[in-house]
């Protein structure tokens, strides 16, 4: 499969050019009809409606950006940590104390 690249100008800010790749779906024909005629019946292409999908779905949070997220939480909620608060070692090695 190739993927073409050309600049379009996609509603970037002050005329900036934005380079947009193309792609292949296949589908079978009954849909492809379908999604043409309901395109048209929105004034838009079936192109537009896919490219308007994969941007909200592309636009949703990667699992490292939510785990980040939590991280940066999770610290925010330490009201105060003072290394005196740590275990000694005897207590941290001591295993008679987990049972």
């Keep these: 499969m190739s993927i073409l690249r050309e600049h379009?100008?996609?509603?970037?800010?002050h005329g900036e050019?934005?380079?947009?790749?193309?792609?292949?779906?296949?589908?079978?024909?009954?849909?492809?009809?379908?999604?043409?005629?309901?395109?048209?019946?929105?004034d838009t292409s079936?192109?537009?409606?896919?490219r308007r999908y994969l941007v909200e779905f592309a636009g949703g949070q990667t699992?490292?950006?939510?785990r980040k997220k939590l991280q940066e939480r999770a610290l925010s909620s330490i009201e105060s940590f003072r290394a005196s608060?740590?275990?000694?070692?005897?207590d941290v090695h001591d295993r008679d104390a987990l049972r």
């Design 8 to 13: 379009v100008d996609f509603g970037a800010p």
């Design 17 to 42: 050019t934005v380079d947009m790749k193309n792609i292949t779906v296949s589908l079978d024909d009954d849909t492809y009809r379908r999604a043409r005629v309901r395109a048209a019946e929105l």
């Design 46 to 50: 079936v192109s537009a409606i896919v």
């Design 63 to 66: 699992d490292f950006e939510r």
């Design 85 to 90: 608060n740590r275990l000694t070692r005897e």
